[in-house]
């Protein structure tokens, strides 16, 4: 018995020493098997140059100092990273990660030689025997940030940290602010996003207005497709260049990459990257994530210079509510100011029952401005719109330089434009209005699909726009103060979204 308890002893001993021995190979660094021990060829490293400028040095920088896209493959937080690891660690990340543009696009023997090199530049030594690419004897040999029996790293790998990350050019961000001046993400899922962007699209894409279609060494190129004063989309010819109008757009522009596999990326992971891109671009960061969710997307407007929200898409701040037919607001009158279930918040839109009549106004003033907005009404049901689509009244209306949105009559000191679907923008009140109906039957989409209005206030002339086409011009009238905008409800179930305004 005695015999045998000592040698359970003697066993759990051993068994604990092994387990050391493989959590913690510097304990006994003299024994094993490192980067220190002439594990590659010289001739192994020349070949491995060639394929690390061909696959990798885009990303890493010729000189594996690293980049803004990609980490240094040398230096002391290379080392520390992989230092204690087994080489089959750091070669089966290659193997399966690497080269971002294709993952496994290389041999195992492509990536030993590139991996040879890495060794080189690093300053270990070189012997007479190849780094092997077998996975069994790779895992016998460790990363030690230390040659055994010292303490110091190699000269060349104490060096070469990662290059500084370009400042990205930010601009004001009242310049293409969207809804609530554009706080359309948050600062942590842009940080997220800054990551994803670097792992996924620095090889070809930088945010460093400063880099201008100039190739890096290999075959991809930089292009700057996400960086300058707004989001820039090329169409030709080339010297022209169109603004992304909102962030779904953006979105969707994603969805094409990465090249190598456009499935590689999720969704949720592109919204990421749309945030480090509107915040690289100067968008400011707010309570709130970027969701893939489309219609809150395209509510969410940063293609137009100067422009402010007047409906955030979240809630109806700077906005009030009189509803109630013909009502003055309470205390005074019967009108409601709560919009309680006639309108509602609903993907970024407004979205509104309209069964009861009144309306909605800003709280601020405007005299010369360019105001926007997209709208939609829901078909009856039943409705055949390719038939009957001239003939849907519809209702509602928008008055601009309104002097008292209380009052019961609004349009006495106001200029106004009829919303109905069959003479959208007809100015009923304006003796001196000049129309072009035919350019509205030309412009007007059919019944449910979206329309977009813009009326432009200035110098005492108001014309109104449909789908970009002049509808209605008020070439003068006698309003001199600035006034509230206002929209009218009047039964037609209906939304509106991008409702935004530049002042002037």
């Not at 660690?89 to 990660?97: I, V, Y």
Request: proline share 7%; net charge positive.
């Amino acid at each position: 018995m005695r015999f045998c308890s000592a040698r359970v002893v003697m066993l759990g001993i051993a068994a604990i020493c092994l387990t050391r021995w493989a959590q913690l190979p510097t304990v006994v660094a003299q024994q094993v098997k490192s980067q220190w021990d002439a594990i590659y060829s010289e001739p192994q490293a020349t070949r491995g140059q060639a394929l690390y400028v061909e696959n990798c040095a885009n990303c890493h920088a010729s000189t594996l100092a690293g980049t803004d896209a990609a980490p240094a493959l040398r230096g002391a937080a290379f080392v520390g990273k992989w230092n204690n690891k087994s080489f089959d660690e750091l070669f089966e990340f290659m193997q399966t990660a690497m080269p971002v543009q294709s993952p496994g696009g290389l041999s195992r023997q492509q990536n030993a030689d590139i991996l040879a090199y890495m060794l080189r530049s690093g300053n270990f030594p070189s012997g007479q025997t190849e780094l092997t690419p077998d996975r069994h004897l790779l895992h016998q040999i460790y990363f030690l940030a230390s040659k055994p029996g010292r303490g110091t790293l190699p000269p060349a790998a104490s060096s070469g940290e990662a290059a500084p990350k370009p400042a990205a050019h930010v601009v004001d961000p009242v310049q293409g602010a969207g809804n609530g001046g554009g706080r359309f993400y948050s600062d942590v899922q842009a940080e997220r996003g800054r990551l994803l962007f670097n792992r996924h699209c620095g090889y070809c894409h930088s945010v460093d207005p400063r880099i201008k279609n100039v190739p890096k060494s290999g075959t991809m190129g930089a292009y700057n497709t996400f960086g300058g004063t707004y989001l820039e989309q090329r169409v030709e010819p080339a010297s022209r260049k169109r603004l992304y109008p909102s962030v779904y757009y953006l979105f969707t522009r994603l969805a094409q990459m990465p090249p190598n596999d456009t499935y590689s990326v999720s969704q949720q992971a592109k919204a990421d990257i749309v945030a480090y891109l509107l915040r690289a671009n100067g968008f400011p960061p707010g309570p709130s994530e970027l969701t893939t969710d489309v219609e809150a997307m395209k509510s969410m407007m940063i293609g137009e210079s100067g422009f402010q929200p007047i409906f955030n898409g979240r809630d109806f701040t700077g906005i009030k509510f009189i509803l109630g037919p013909g009502c003055r607001p309470a205390p005074v009158g019967c009108g409601k100011t709560d919009p309680g279930s006639v309108v509602r918040v609903e993907d970024g839109m407004m979205a509104c029952a309209c069964n009861v009549h009144g309306i909605w106004y800003t709280e601020q003033k405007y005299l010369n401005f360019t105001l926007r907005f997209d709208y939609k009404f829901t078909p009856p049901a039943g409705w055949d719109a390719t038939r009957d689509n001239d003939i849907y009244q519809g209702q509602g209306g928008y008055f601009v330089l309104v002097q008292d949105p209380t009052g019961r009559r609004i349009s006495e000191k106001a200029v106004a434009f009829d919303g109905r679907h069959y003479d959208v923008l007809h100015a009923p009140f304006a003796g001196n209005a000049i129309e072009d109906h035919e350019a509205r039957l030309r412009a007007n989409k059919p019944l449910g699909e979206w329309n977009s209005v813009e009326i432009v206030a200035k110098n005492g002339v108001v014309k109104a726009f449909l789908n970009g086409a002049l509808i209605s011009t008020v070439p003068e009238h006698p309003i001199k103060e600035p006034g509230h905008i206002v929209f009218q409800i009047q039964g037609a179930p209906m939304y509106w979204r991008n409702i935004r305004i530049r002042p002037e």
